[in-house]
């Protein structure tokens, strides 16, 4: 199975709230884990991607940051929301070989006020 | 530096008329290509992907898409399009070495009855 589940689908949060999206995989082990970002009207901006437990690499300088306490769960975290960080938020799997397709959750859509 | 070019926003077709959706990369190596497309509020679907081999690669829901390495093109081709069909459609090469994507800004495509 190549299942992703995403919580929570949607979320309203007033600006300098915290975060705190959860991205759980089922399937292989050692999953390369990305959290992507999609505003409105624009393509996917690679936030943040992982290589295995408590490896993240970071690709946008923001107020963002992600964990990966466990091989098959990926965390999107924020202490301070900015309004700028509303959006459609996927997570996304690929297997280790280099040349696998990527498998995307269903999304949480998040809206700052 | 590794890119992917979609260069219609957006594209409206009559069902049951002939669709192409265009890409272009620019890769240093051999890429991975993929088609994923998109309907409204969820996660991507991969509809096709080319690693090698026959440049001209079939999918789900009647796609295909024919790579063509003199033009580093990838484009997607439908010959009857289904009201159905209408969603956004993201182009994406890679992975690289260091396990990320590249996607395209995406082509959102309107279907007239």
């Known amino acids: 199975s190549q299942t992703i589940h995403q919580w929570p689908a949607t979320l309203v949060q007033p600006v300098g709230s915290p975060l705190s999206l959860e991205c759980t995989v089922e399937g292989t082990s050692n999953p390369n884990l990305y959290w992507y970002r999609q505003a409105a009207g624009r393509g996917l901006q690679l936030l943040f991607y992982s290589v295995g437990i408590g490896q993240i690499s970071s690709e946008v300088p923001q107020n963002l940051s992600a964990s990966r306490p466990q091989d098959r769960q990926f965390i999107l975290s924020s202490k301070k929301l900015l309004l700028s960080d509303s959006g459609f938020y996927l997570c996304?799997?690929?297997?280790?070989?280099?040349?696998?397709?990527?498998?995307f959750g269903p999304g949480t859509r998040l809206t700052v006020l | 530096a590794q890119s992917v070019t979609q260069p219609d926003i957006h594209i409206t077709v009559s069902e049951g008329a002939s669709l192409e959706l265009r890409c272009n990369y620019s890769y240093g190596a051999t890429p991975y290509l993929f088609w994923y497309v998109q309907s409204p509020g969820q996660g991507l679907q991969l509809l096709l992907k080319?690693?090698?081999?026959?440049?001209l690669v079939q999918g789900i829901k009647g796609f295909e898409a024919e790579f063509k390495r003199s033009q580093s093109s990838f484009n997607l081709r439908k010959p009857s399009v289904h009201w159905s069909d209408a969603a956004e459609y993201f182009c994406a090469v890679g992975p690289s070495g260091t396990y990320k994507y590249i996607f395209g800004t995406g082509t959102r495509l309107k279907v007239l009855a």
């Open positions: 080319y690693f090698s081999g026959d440049t």
């Open positions: 996304a799997r690929s297997d280790g070989s280099s040349y696998n397709e990527q498998f």
